[in-house]
């Protein structure tokens, strides 16, 4: 069965403290991983989308990478504003999209 | 770019009432537009797909009768709770994008509702 996993589910750090956000992925015929991050009572807003193993993308502090298994969304000395629910979406060979749960991060100024 | 917008943002209503919600494209046209449901501290939920002038897809689960999905041009689509109950109570968002299958999908910004 198809499934994402993201951990932590949750992660407090100190401002400027550097870390990464793990989502583990069992997709068969993956056509797409997607990074999406979602503050309180908001929609989700678009981040990245990685299509093949190796692929790597950034967007200020953020990077995403992407394995055969696995995702990583790395976020260098994060600020407050950082802090959101970040949430990961894998397309499968039939373009559907499975979410992970999220990990929701909080930075501490 | 890529800009979805949803109205109305938040609303209230009496159990037995009908509510609907409309989703725009703003800047883009969108042949396909999607229909999540969140509960809190959750992940999204998918309720249904729909193509622009066809019937939605709903997923497994999901009421068509209860859920009235119109896609009614390529910048409009529109979600109806019909005789709402207070288990209808969530976080209803919708995504669009422009049809091509690995395209993103963009969200709007919610709209909560809350049936009393």
């Known amino acids: 069965e198809d499934q994402v996993t993201q951990s932590p589910e949750a992660l407090r750090l100190q401002e400027g403290e550097s870390s990464s956000l793990n989502c583990s992925y069992t997709?068969?015929?993956?056509?797409?991983l997607f990074w999406y991050r979602q503050d309180p009572g908001k929609g989700p807003e678009f981040l990245f989308t990685?299509?093949?193993?190796?692929e790597e993308k950034e967007k200020e502090r953020l990077k995403a990478t992407l394995t055969k298994k696995e995702s990583f969304l790395h976020i260098t000395a994060p600020k407050p504003e950082d802090s959101a629910t970040y949430l990961c979406?894998?397309?499968?060979?039939?373009?559907?999209?499975?979410w992970g749960a999220g990990t929701k991060l909080i930075i501490k100024p | 770019g890529a800009v979805v917008s949803q109205h109305p943002s938040r609303v209230i209503c009496k159990s037995g009432t009908s509510v609907k919600i409309e989703c725009r494209s703003l800047?883009?046209?969108?042949?396909?537009m999607f229909w999540y449901r969140q509960f809190p501290k959750q992940s999204l939920m998918l309720m249904a797909t729909?193509?622009?002038?066809?019937?939605?897809?709903?997923e497994q689960g999901v009421e068509k009768d209860k859920f009235l999905i119109n896609h009614a041009s390529l910048t409009l689509s529109t979600l109806t709770v019909t005789s709402a109950h207070p288990e209808d109570s969530s976080f209803y968002i919708c995504?669009?994008?422009?049809?091509?299958?690995?395209?993103?999908?963009?969200f709007g910004p919610g709209t909560r509702l809350l049936v009393l």
């Open positions: 995504s669009a994008n422009t049809g091509t299958f690995q395209e993103t999908q963009y």
């Open positions: 800047d883009f046209q969108a042949t396909t």
């Open positions: 729909s193509n622009e002038g066809s019937k939605a897809t709903y």
């Open positions: 997709v068969s015929g993956l056509r797409g």
């Open positions: 990685l299509y093949s193993a190796g």
């Open positions: 979406a894998a397309m499968d060979s039939n373009y559907q999209l499975i």
